[in-house]
């Protein structure tokens, strides 16, 4: 019999963690490709002008500067609850 129970390896779990982190970012990429391409791209060709180029780079900034605010905010809107349902429970 299973003497561990449900005891998780911890190596099992930190491959699942990482793994898990992986698919957010590739998810992330995935989502910013496909907005910053519809965004700038007007027609594909061979090399890209420097008007596309700078779209390109703007929209990347902007996604990242955007997703960096919402991580942000939504970690001090749970330290908030946190300290508000500890208020409470005294």
């Known amino acids: 019999m299973d ?7 911890p190596q099992l779990q930190q491959f699942i963690e990482i793994e898990s982190q992986k698919q957010r ?5 995935h989502q910013m490709t496909e907005v910053c391409w519809e965004k700038c791209m007007d027609k594909p060709g061979p090399k ?23 991580l942000n905010r939504l970690e001090q809107t749970q330290r908030t609850r946190g300290s508000f349902s500890e208020t409470i429970a005294d």
């Open 3 to 9: 003497t561990q129970g449900d005891k998780t390896d």
């Open 25 to 29: 970012f590739q998810q992330l990429v």
């Open 48 to 70: 890209l002008d420097s008007r596309t180029e700078v779209c390109f780079i703007n929209c990347v900034e902007r996604f990242i500067d955007t997703s960096q605010f919402i």
